[in-house]
C-alpha cells in the first residue's frame, strides 16, 4: 500500500515556473514506477512525466521544460515546470504502480495522489 500526497501547486504567470512535490509513504517505494499525469477540464488524463528505475520519460509537450527529480531515500518524487503555458493548466496527479511497460498509461498505476491545481494565466 502507498499513500501519496502532492503540494507545490498554484498560479503563475506566462513563462513562470512551479515545483511539484510528491510526499509518498508505505513500503518498497523504491520498487515503484512513479509518474506525473494531468487533467484539464474537460479533458482526459494525460501523461506528464516517470521515472521506472533509471530511466526518465517525458511527454513531447512538456520535454524541455519539465524536470522529474526522485528521491528513494526521502521517498518523494518533484517535478520542476519551467517556462509554463496557459495550456499546462490543470490538476497534476502524483502515481505509482509497478508498471515498467504501460508507462504513460493512467490505468497502469495503482496509487494516486488528489491532484494540486496548476493555472497560467496569459
Known amino acids: 500500500q502507498v499513500q501519496l500526497v502532492e503540494s507545490g501547486g498554484g498560479w503563475v504567470q506566462t513563462g513562470g515556473s512551479l515545483r511539484l512535490s510528491c510526499a509518498a509513504s508505505g513500503d518498497s517505494f523504491s520498487n515503484y514506477t512513479m509518474a506525473w499525469f494531468r487533467q484539464a477540464p474537460g479533458k482526459e488524463r494525460e501523461f506528464v512525466a516517470a521515472?521506472?528505475?533509471?530511466?526518465?520519460y517525458y511527454a513531447g509537450a512538456v520535454e524541455g521544460r519539465f524536470t522529474l527529480s526522485r528521491d528513494n531515500a526521502k521517498k518523494s518524487v518533484d517535478l520542476q515546470m519551467n517556462n509554463l503555458k496557459p495550456e499546462d493548466t490543470a490538476v497534476y496527479y502524483c502515481a505509482a504502480g509497478k508498471t515498467t511497460m504501460r508507462i504513460p498509461i493512467p490505468g497502469a498505476y495503482e496509487y494516486w495522489g488528489q491532484g494540486t491545481q496548476v493555472t497560467v494565466s496569459t
Open positions: 521515472r521506472s528505475g533509471m530511466t526518465i
